[in-house]
């Protein structure tokens, strides 16, 4: 019979679990099954503490991203529309990039807002993390949040960039975000991790 567990503010409902919960897998080891410029693809060796299976599974090892939602002084926020291989289609987003290895999220913001927008800002703060696909994915999208964010650089794209770059109303943009018009699951995570301040700031 189904039993719901309640943990941390969620129910979670399925069949009797085991008295201890999901167990962890411990890493024997990996390899590597294909370099590309853009990532790394493993082969990552883990075992069952209790059942003693081992399996080989695929993770990605690729760097962390950032993402950046840039306010400007008369409330618009800063969008960027460009062609995404992957879906072979154009695709309405906020700024955001892969970081160095070791660069601070912040900074990282900051430059690919520059490189992608000419935009720079007055003040910058990490809103929060999230984990892109924890199951093939161990890298990170930090989002970043640029106030009063006005264009004042030269555009510094990559050779395969060309962009769109505009502006929106920052209603105008929820409501994008929440109807469907914007399809970008981490540009959406960083929205929605706006979309609480930004309320806070206009109650207050």
């Given at each position: 019979m189904p039993l719901a567990l309640w943990a941390g503010g969620i129910f979670f409902v399925g069949m009797n679990p085991a008295p201890s919960g999901p167990q962890?897998?411990?890493v024997l080891g990996q390899r590597s099954q294909l370099q590309t410029r853009v990532f790394e693809v493993l082969g990552r060796t883990f075992r069952h503490p209790v059942r003693h299976t081992e399996r080989e599974f695929?993770?990605?090892d690729a760097p962390d991203w950032v993402n950046v939602v840039a306010l400007t002084a008369d409330q618009r926020l800063v969008l960027v529309r460009q062609f995404r291989y992957g879906i072979d289609e154009f695709?309405?987003?906020v700024p955001g990039g892969v970081m160095e290895r070791g660069e601070d999220p912040v900074a990282a913001g900051l430059r690919e807002l520059r490189e992608e927008t000419g935009f720079a800002g007055a003040s910058a703060r990490l809103l929060g993390s999230v984990r892109?696909?924890?199951a093939i994915q161990a890298n990170r999208c930090h989002?970043?949040?640029v106030e009063g964010a006005v264009k004042v650089h030269a555009l510094e794209w990559d050779p395969d960039e060309e962009i769109e770059v505009s502006t929106a109303a920052v209603e105008d943009v929820l409501a994008l975000a929440?109807?469907?018009?914007i399809v970008h699951a981490l540009a959406l995570n960083a929205l929605m991790l706006f979309e609480p301040h930004w309320r806070a700031g206009r109650r207050s």
């Open positions: 962890r897998w411990q695929v993770v990605i695709s309405l987003e892109p696909n924890p989002i970043v949040l929440h109807s469907g018009g």
